[in-house]
Nanobody, 124 residues
C-alpha cells in the first residue's frame, strides 16, 4: 500500500503545476483524498480534499479559485492542478487517503495513508 506524489518543481509566480498522486496496492476510488502542504518553519496545512464519490470537494480559502482537485479512477491517481501560483504556495505537498465514509475532512489526523511529498517552489 503506497502513495507516490510527483509533479513538483520550480515555477515563476503566476505559473502552473499539476501534482499527481499515484496509488499502488489499493484502489483510490474507495477513499477520500486530501492534499496538504508544509512550508518551511510552518505546520502542515490542508489544501483540498475530495470524498470517495467526488460529491464533496473542499478548498482552503487561500487556494480557492486557483487550485483544482480531481481523480482518475481508471489510472488510479489523483491530481492537484495549481494555477496562479504565488510565492506563498512554496511548500512540500503531500497527498493522503482517508476513510470512504464521512465525506472528506480538512485535518491531517483524519487521513491514514500518506505519500512522501513533492516540493513546489514558486520564485522568480
Amino acid at each position: 500500500v503506497q502513495l507516490q506524489a510527483s509533479g513538483g518543481g520550480l515555477v515563476q509566480p503566476g505559473g502552473s503545476l499539476r501534482l499527481s498522486c499515484a496509488a499502488s496496492g489499493f484502489r483510490l476510488g474507495y477513499y477520500a483524498i486530501g492534499w496538504f502542504r508544509q512550508a518551511p518553519g510552518k505546520e502542515r496545512e490542508a489544501v483540498s480534499c475530495v470524498d470517495k464519490t467526488d460529491d464533496t470537494i473542499i478548498y482552503a480559502g487561500s487556494v480557492k479559485g486557483r487550485f483544482t482537485i480531481s481523480r482518475d479512477r481508471v489510472r488510479n491517481a489523483a491530481y492537484l492542478q495549481m494555477n496562479g501560483l504565488e510565492p506563498e504556495d512554496t511548500a512540500i505537498y503531500y497527498c493522503a487517503t482517508g476513510p470512504g465514509v464521512g465525506g472528506c475532512q480538512m485535518y491531517s489526523r483524519w487521513y491514514d495513508t500518506w505519500g512522501q511529498g513533492t516540493l513546489v517552489t514558486v520564485s522568480s
